[in-house]
Every structure is written in structure tokens, then in C-alpha cells.
């Protein structure tokens, strides 16, 4: 039995947020409403934030007249109304995307990802649909105090002082705030090389540099090719010293560094020459085998190819790619497979797409015949109107978390997640049950 559901929340024109006496929260999975369940229902995780769609009225279910019904008014609110989402920080995979009216939206939305919230009354809590994938708590806000870093990023300049890249990532790490780039400068974890001002896929919302139909980027692209030198420089010491030290090639600040994989092949075997500390991660599009192989051969410990689809109809709608298929990407990833490497895929999921029957089961065709270790499951960001069209998506999904349970179930040895991992940790202890994880 169904255990009441939480309230709808809605915000004025204002932004003041407020929970409705009796209409019910509802989701959408891809463009049709739906009330979500309550697995997939977990209070607001700490930290994260709430904003308006703005011009954008909500949709709930009225479980009165048993029907859903868009909710332009409100008692004692004057104006009309706008729909609220929750972002969902790194670790969690959203559900559902919130329900409401996107036809009467005046603007393409942001870069952000979308998820439903609701109010719940007995929790006395907001609460969102999604679900949590990653326990790492490196990535914490918390652990990211920029009292402490500007010094550090001082400190760092003055000693190399002539470093392109560590330029590039002093100001990713002050202007943008990325949390990989402080993550080099505090000396500890997963900290990036960017690499390549240009790519060879044209995104429908790319986040760096190259124009959007959906909006500005986020942030500028690097402008320059790193040498090995450079690169050497700042990577060497944070794998001989830094806890859990990681490197990775393939950032949000760059185009595709599969475009300067020689460069990257020359980097990477002096790396392995000089330490066997630390582990060394490529993210890319995977659209040239021949220089994943060549990347292989360098010493590379494990490859993340991003795919937002299974189905090539749906990654030619998102990716655009520019002189390459489809089936080069799948060639990449069979490549670092039967090289041992760790192989994982960066799945940009969207409820009612990702879940989307034939998608479901493409995807587990594609787990049975790649032999994947993991997925990391992350929350695309783009307008969910837009991308619901592009994808000419036309109704629900099974729902995201009953197709994490079937993906469990049918592959034990498939990991779920997050974030990227050091090669002493590719296959931790329990991995098989490492999902769901509960708690916040």
C-alpha cells in the first residue's frame, strides 16, 4: 500500500517556496506525469539547493478528482505560479524530473540538472526522487575551503611560475570553483589535466566554449595544448604524494582529449617511468580506437567513456559527432576491456529516457557484450523540455530505480557510481551489493 505522498511544493513570483494543504507532489519520467514511489523518495540531502523554473507552473496529482492538474494559482499568492527543482549534487542519481507545465516556459533553461521535490509532512523535510550511488565523501563542499586554498594556489604559482596548465587550473579552481582543480592545489585525490581546446562531437548542451542552442556555457575552454613537460610537472608530485592520488585527463574545461592523445601517450609513459604510485584515468568520448590502443600501450590504468544513450539514434541526437560513429565508441570501449583496463561509462541519464523500455533493454544487451565494470550514473544537465524533444521521448519510463534493480539483479559484478576511483579500489570488498546504499 502507498504511503502518503509529499505535498507539492511551488514558489511565487518572488521565489518564497511553499507547500501546498493538499495537492500531492508529483515527477515526470520524460514528458508524462507521474507519482513517484516510495523507494525512490529520500529526504533533500544536506547542502544541496532548491530553485525556481521560472514561468513555469507545477503540475500535482489531486487526489480528489484522481487526476493530475496543472497549478497556476494558489490561495493568498498573488501572481502566478512557478514550479520548484532540486539539484542534485554529485553522488546521488536522480529518479524523476519535476512535473510541470514546460509549454508555458518563455526561456531555454540552464545548464542545471532538474529532479522532483516534494514536502514531506511526517519527515517534516523536503524530499526529492533520486537515489544515492557513491558513498565517497571526498567530493563534500565541506572539504573545500577557499580560505585555505588561495594561498595554496599562490603559494603553487610562484614555484612554477612559467606552468600554462597550472594556470589554467588556478583560475578553475578560484573563478569556477572546480572541486578537482583545488583538489591539486590542497595536494590530495582526484585532481584534473585538461588538455585539448577542441573536439570532435558538437553536444546539444556543451558546457565549454562551443555555442549552444539551449544556452551560454558555463565556463570558458582551455585555449592552448599543454606539452608533456607541462603536464609532468603538476602531475608527478600529486601521485607521489597525494593520498588517493588520481590524474585525469578529460575535464569540463576542455574539448575531448582524445584530439591530443599523443601528446597524452607521451605524458602518461614518462609518468609510469618515473612512479608506479597513484593511478591515471582517461575521460573521453572514445571516438578513436586507434588512439585509446596507442593510450593503452602508454600505461593508462583506466578509461571513462561518456554515452548518454545505448541506442546510436539517441547518442547522434545529443552527441552531433564530427568524423566519427557510434560504433568507433563501442570499439574503444571493447579495446580497454580485453586490455584489463578499468572500463567505465559516464551515463548521462535523464528518468524517461534511461529508462525508456527499449532503452532498458539495449542497455543490457550492451552490459552482456562490453562487460563494463561500471556505470556512473550522472545527472545530465540541459533543459529536460529540450532534451525530452530532442530524444523524441513519448512516454514513462520503468521507472530509474526498478531499472537499477534489474541491472543488479542480471549483473552482480556491475558496479554503480559517482566518481572515479585509484586502482586499489576498482573492485572494493562487497562490490557485487555495494548498491543501494542507504542512508544520506
Avoid at 115 to 143: L, M, R, Y
Avoid at 252 to 269: K, N, V
Avoid at 360 to 388: C, H, W
Wanted: with cysteine; charged share 20%; glycine share 6%.
Amino acid at each position: 500500500m502507498r504511503r502518503q505522498l509529499p505535498k507539492l511544493v511551488y514558489a511565487d513570483a518572488q521565489g518564497q517556496i511553499y507547500d501546498h494543504p493538499f495537492l500531492t507532489m508529483a515527477g515526470m519520467s520524460g514528458p508524462e506525469a507521474v507519482l513517484p514511489e516510495s523507494m525512490e523518495l529520500i529526504p533533500l540531502p544536506e547542502g544541496r539547493r532548491l530553485f525556481t523554473i521560472p514561468d513555469t507552473p507545477p503540475i500535482a496529482w489531486d487526489n480528489r478528482a484522481k487526476r493530475y492538474t496543472t497549478v497556476e494559482k494558489a490561495p493568498g499568492i498573488r501572481g502566478r505560479l512557478q514550479a520548484v527543482s532540486a539539484f542534485m549534487a554529485p553522488g546521488y542519481a536522480r529518479t524523476l524530473l519535476p512535473a510541470c507545465d514546460y509549454a508555458k516556459k518563455q526561456v531555454i533553461l540552464p545548464l542545471w540538472s532538474y529532479t522532483a521535490v516534494g514536502w514531506d509532512e511526517a519527515q517534516d523535510c523536503f524530499v526529492v526522487a533520486a537515489t544515492k550511488v557513491d558513498s565517497n565523501q571526498n567530493w563534500n563542499p565541506e572539504n573545500y575551503d577557499d580560505r585555505l586554498l588561495d594561498p595554496l594556489v599562490r603559494e603553487r604559482l610562484a614555484e612554477n611560475p612559467h606552468n600554462r596548465l597550472l594556470e589554467q587550473l588556478a583560475r578553475c579552481a578560484i573563478d569556477y570553483h572546480c572541486f578537482a582543480a583545488k583538489n591539486l592545489f590542497f595536494k590530495r585525490w582526484e585532481a584534473p589535466l585538461p588538455t585539448s581546446p577542441v573536439c570532435n562531437s558538437a553536444c546539444l548542451g556543451c558546457i565549454s566554449l562551443q555555442a549552444s542552442e539551449c544556452c551560454p556555457s558555463n565556463h570558458d575552454r582551455i585555449s592552448f595544448v599543454p606539452t608533456p613537460e607541462e603536464i609532468m610537472e603538476l602531475a608527478l608530485p600529486h601521485l607521489e604524494t597525494a593520498d588517493q592520488a588520481i590524474v585525469s585527463y578529460g575535464q569540463g574545461c576542455e574539448g575531448d582529449p582524445i584530439m591530443q592523445a599523443p601528446t597524452i601517450a607521451e605524458a602518461t609513459r614518462r609518468l609510469k617511468a618515473a612512479t608506479s604510485r597513484g593511478t591515471i584515468n582517461f575521460n573521453s568520448n572514445g571516438s578513436m580506437p586507434e588512439r585509446v590502443q596507442e593510450l593503452i600501450d602508454a600505461g593508462m590504468d583506466s578509461f571513462r567513456f561518456s554515452l548518454n544513450s545505448v541506442l546510436e539514434e539517441r547518442y547522434n541526437a545529443y552527441y552531433r559527432p564530427k568524423g566519427y560513429s557510434f560504433s568507433n565508441v563501442i570499439q574503444s570501449l571493447k579495446l580497454s576491456k580485453q586490455a584489463g583496463r578499468f572500463t567505465m561509462i559516464n551515463y548521462l541519464i535523464s528518468p524517461g529516457i534511461t529508462d525508456a523500455p527499449e532503452e532498458v533493454e539495449a542497455l543490457k544487451r550492451f552490459v552482456a557484450d562490453t562487460g563494463v565494470d561500471m556505470l556512473q550514473l550522472r545527472n545530465l544537465s540541459i533543459d529536460p523540455d529540450l532534451y525530452n524533444k530532442a530524444m523524441q521521448a513519448s512516454g514513462r519510463g520503468i521507472g530509474m530505480y526498478r531499472l537499477l534493480v534489474e541491472l543488479k539483479q542480471e549483473f552482480p559484478r556491475l558496479q554503480f557510481g559517482y566518481y572515479n576511483r585509484t586502482k586499489e579500489n576498482f573492485f572494493p570488498p562487497g562490490y557485487e551489493t555495494g548498491w543501494p546504499i542507504r542512508g544520506r
